[in-house]
């Protein structure tokens, strides 16, 4: 079965560093998002990501944030320096065209020391 | 504005039996989805159950089902059958079309299965 991939699974950085946590979404899919979950709390929307473009993004999403589809397959989230808390864990998400449902990864967690 | 609230924080249940976990939502919208979202200690997101605001039967999936109650904005999880590995956190999440399907989440409700 397709699934989304992320990697790495678990990335520790020092403050200031930037951060690429990176996605392959499934193949046929069209759509894609990032979320953010800080440990203990709500999931959060970062972004979406549709025809090469951002199509959403939340307050979150500053300017520390960029995303990126480089090569048709992959789907980047960069944090350019990162802050104490940035420490979360990222999902990416894809989705296909004309279906409300998205299909996760397995999560990056980041460290920021 | 779109919220969704899970009032449980924990929830426990005796392995075994049945257990409801409550969320409701806020929206202004008249077609959405809502989701139940499980995710284990790994920490991965696994859909258990999606219900279209559009169509009056609730959606079952094996052991889960739910209870839509729209005019309420009520979207509660049943699990029948409790089992160890159901243990997790579980989120209730709401999109609708002209948020390009951007999810909203509640706060959770951690499940305890008690053996």
Sequence with gaps: ?113 | AQTVTQSQPEMSVQEAETVTLSCTYDTSESDYYLFWYKQPPSRQMILVIRQEAYKQQNATENRFSVNFQKAAKSFSLKISDSQLGDAAMYFCAYNYMDSNYQLIWGAGTKLIIKP
């Design chain 1, 1 to 113: 079965e397709p699934e989304v991939t992320q990697t790495p699974s678990h990335q520790v950085t020092q403050m200031g560093q930037e951060v690429i946590l990176r996605c392959v979404p499934i193949s046929n899919h069209l759509y894609f998002y990032w979320y953010r979950q800080i440990l203990g709390q709500k999931v959060e929307f970062l972004v979406s990501f549709y025809n090469n473009e951002i199509s959403e993004k939340s307050e979150i999403f500053d300017d520390q944030f960029s995303v990126e589809r480089p090569d048709g397959s992959n789907f980047t989230l960069k944090i350019r320096s990162t802050k104490l808390e940035d420490s979360a864990m990222y999902f990416c998400a894809s989705r296909p065209d004309r279906s409300p449902e998205a299909f996760f990864g397995q999560g990056t967690r980041l460290t920021v020391v």
